[in-house]
């Protein structure tokens, strides 16, 4: 995102010290198929709203969140990535470079209010606390808790004892004390010295109960006074269950926020990447890569192709012989005992006890595998075996090694270096290839050689190989290791003239490749069982279109 796609609203309607309106275009988590997408994203009173895009922002927004509960959190390792949550529902948002990340983020925060479900920093904001309810009743009691409500319950039961007996007591005071005013004469205004209750109703019947006046003064008393202790009691005992009332709501606020990223971990999100530990199920995982060779295949069908008509002469054309520049070479020794073993194991029969298996089927194609596994990486050696009219050995291998044609056919491919131009005959290759997520990017260096053999048969053979300027897993890229053979032997009607119409070219392609990390056993092989028909039906295609009516190079 621009600087000119981020505006800042300065509405003069806005009142000083309010917030801002923010609006643009950030990339945005959409899900495990279709990973990072642009969005248009609008921040307003307090509503952070996304769009598909800005001519679509008058149509309704497709999702909102309220910042005034929400949680802002800059990701850890992703300078240009911040994360905005409430609850167990999470925006992953990336700008294109972190200035423009800061200033979402700083604008944002400005709308956050203190609430229950604030972060630490906004507790220490609060005073350093969580906020509490408005009742301490509002938890149930459990443990100690429900210890305390008991002994609170008693007290109270205490409390309406003492109640009736306050009441009975004072109801006799007082009705002693009207017996008094009864009997005693009237005291009129202007007398100057205390009255003795007791004095004056000595020789009158009232003296029978001054007795039980006394006792029950003494009893009011002593109910007054276990009155105030229970009360003090009761008030301890609510000190207490409050504080026990904040501590279960902590801890259940703890809880709460992880469960919340329990969940969160268990969604497909962008950090959910490709490795041993990955909560991605297998299926999605599949179908994750699935939708990416299937973008792959829509943009290769889209593309336009060049007007430019490539000249194919003998130069280009795999040489007859070996070059002499690469048995000079230090990798010749290496690149023709490998070219030796591949040539003779392609066209090898894949029947009896060798362990081969049939797993795809389609017209002349056959397709076998071997299920081999290495320190739990899948290396399954792979073989395929194909028939294409129309087209010569020679010319198959001339498009599978010449780099000039490589991007036309191979649809995974990012980046292609030649690293070294051995001779006219092998060369040495670094190559890129697309990422495809959850899979992280691949890279391979190999040399390349492609020669011919007896019986109208031409082979290329790729093999993984080292070079100080093109370290393994540098640069984000996981490092493939490759061991692949393209075998292909041409056959026409004996005594005839090879021509378009009576060639028939016998492929076999062999593969194995060490992924260089872990994949699920299971998404790799059915990739295979998807992808490798299709790579070999799109290759010869591709050759036969290029051949057609042009001189048949034998």
């Known amino acids: 995102m621009s600087e000119d796609n981020l505006t800042m609203s300065d509405n003069s309607d806005i009142e000083e010290g309010g917030n801002a309106e923010l609006r643009g275009y950030l990339s945005k988590w959409t899900n495990y198929i279709h990973g990072w997408q642009d969005r248009f994203i609008v921040l307003k ?12 922002s008058n149509l309704g927004c497709r999702g909102a969140l309220c910042l005034k509960k929400a949680k802002v959190k800059p990701h850890e390792f992703d300078d240009c990535r911040f994360d905005v949550s409430v609850s167990d529902c999470v925006w992953y948002l990336r700008a294109s470079n972190p200035e423009e990340k800061q200033q979402w983020i700083d604008v944002l925060e400005s ?75 009237e005291i009129g205004d202007d007398v100057t010295e205390a009255i003795d209750a007791v004095e004056l109703a000595d020789g009158n019947p009232l003296s029978l109960h001054a007795g039980e006046v006394r006792a029950t003064s003494t009893s009011f008393k002593a109910t007054v ?22 501590q279960a709501e902590e801890l259940y606020m703890a809880l709460k926020n992880q469960l919340t990223e329990a969940r969160l971990a268990s969604k497909p999100g962008p950090d959910h990447e490709e490795g041993p530990h990955s909560t991605l199920p297998d299926d999605e995982f599949y ?44 990798l010749w020794t290496e690149i023709d005992r490998i070219s030796t073993e591949q ?68 649809t995974t491919l990012e980046n292609m270096n030649i690293v070294e131009e051995i001779s006219s005959d092998a060369m040495v290759f670094h190559q890129t290839f697309k990422r495809i997520w959850p899979v992280s990017q691949r890279d391979a260096l190999f040399w390349s050689h492609v020669r011919a053999s ?12 080292t070079n100080p300027d093109y370290p393994a897993n540098a640069s984000g890229c996981i490092r493939l290791f ?73």
Not at 292 to 315: I, L, N, W, Y
Not at 454 to 465: F, G, K, L, P, R
Not at 494 to 499: N, R, V
């Open 482 to 554: 490759v061991t692949v053979c393209l075998a292909c032997r041409s056959t026409y009607p004996a005594g005839e003239q090879p021509t378009r119409e009576n060639i028939t070219t016998s492929i076999a392609y062999c593969s194995t490749v060490n992924p260089g990390g872990w994949a699920p056993a299971g998404v790799l092989r059915a990739v295979y069982k998807r992808e490798y028909p299709k790579f070999l039906k799109r290759f010869t295609g591709y050759v036969v279109d290029q051949c057609r009516g042009k001189p048949l190079a034998i």
């Open 287 to 330: 179908d994750a890569v699935e939708t990416g060779f299937d973008k792959m295949e829509e943009e290769r069908c889209a593309r336009v192709v060049s007007p430019t008509v490539h000249t194919r002469d003998q130069v280009d054309l795999p040489p007859p012989a070996i070059d002499n520049r690469l048995t000079v070479h230090p």
């Open 454 to 465: 007896d019986d109208d048969t031409y082979a290329v053979i790729n093999h993984s190989t």
């Open 111 to 185: 709308f956050k209010v203190e609430s229950g479900y604030g972060t630490s920093s906004d507790s220490s904001s609060n005073g350093g606390g969580l906020r509490r309810h408005g009742s301490v009743t509002s938890l149930q009691s459990t443990g100690s808790h429900g210890r305390t409500s008991r002994r609170l319950a008693e007290k109270i039961a205490e409390l309406d004892t003492y109640g009736e007996l306050l009441s009975k007591q004072s109801t006799q005071l007082q009705q002693y004390f009207d017996m008094c005013v009864a009997k005693l004469p």
């Open 343 to 410: 040539i003779q194991a392609a066209f090898e029969d894949v029947g009896g006890g060798n362990g081969w298996q049939l797993f795809a089927e389609e017209g002349d194609m056959r397709m076998y595998r071997r299920e081999v596994e290495v320190d739990g990486m899948v290396m399954d050696p792979l073989k395929a075996m194909h028939k294409v009219r129309g087209v010569s050995a020679r010319e198959m291998c001339h498009y599978f090694f010449n780099p000039r044609y490589r991007y036309e056919w191979e």
């Open 225 to 246: 006074g276990a009155t105030l202790s229970t009360l003090q009691h009761c008030a301890s005992l609510m000190r207490r269950r409050e504080r026990q009332a904040r």
């Open 45 to 56: 009173d307090s509503t952070l709203s996304y769009y598909k895009s800005e001519l679509e």
